[in-house]
């Protein structure tokens, strides 16, 4: 990744990354490949040791093969315990990748001085990976990344607004509040309104989403 970013440069499909998504789509579509949409796997069934059928929102439905491309601890909860190559408590020792805080945000001003990409790492980088994988909780000294795609595509944002997700690394496994989550967005907005030399950006905000 890192070098694709250093030799090869950054793309960005205009209309945002979900365009890729819908090219893909297309393609398959035309080499006859059919989509199930809101169709979770539910259980891989099996028969002499060779995948058969899937269930999928109660219903079986049979498959010539299978390709699984989900998490592999996933993908083994969906087979019989004896087809399993790890059990329960391998997985319980495993170093999982952490998770984050994301906000989609809206806003009905431009925010000036902010690029497309911008990392706030004004803390050490070691305490925010320490609260991840040693300590397990919320970061002390969070470090951030913003993401202002209205910066290079207009289209993303009504005129005039902005488009910008901010994303957080955090522990998995920690406990979670509204209220946490609210703390850390102020936390953000307070460093991204001191980097551009913006005020009041949270009355600026007219679309809100997170995920953590």
Known sequence: MNYGGYVLGTWYPMG???QLVLAMKT???????RFH?????????????KVT??????????????????????TENLLPQSL????ETYWEKRTFAPSCLIYYLGFKTRIPGLKHH????????????????????????????????SKTDPGVAPEGHENLFL???????????E?????????????LEKYTGSTGLMQQVDYKEVTA
């Not at 059928?53 to 996933?74: C, P, Q, R, T, W």
């Not at 911008?118 to 990344?145: C, S, V």
Request: proline letters at 6%.
């Open 84 to 87: 399993r190559n790890y059990a």
């Open 37 to 49: 949409f809101n169709s979770p796997v539910e259980q891989i069934n099996t028969n002499g040791g």
């Open 179 to 191: 209220a946490m989550r609210e703390r850390y967005l102020l936390e953000m907005m307070e460093r």
């Open 118 to 149: 911008t990392l706030f790492f004004e803390n050490p980088l070691d305490a925010h990976i320490d609260d991840i994988y040693e300590h397990k909780q919320w970061p002390r000294k969070p470090l951030f990344y913003a993401c202002c795609p």
């Open 16 to 18: 945002g990354f979900y």
């Open 53 to 74: 059928s899937l269930l999928i929102n109660g219903e079986e439905l049979h498959f010539d093969s299978v390709i699984a491309s989900s998490d592999y601890h996933h």
């Open 167 to 177: 994303l957080m690394p955090l522990a998995t496994g920690i406990a979670d509040s």
């Open 27 to 33: 393609v398959a579509e035309k080499e006859g490949a």
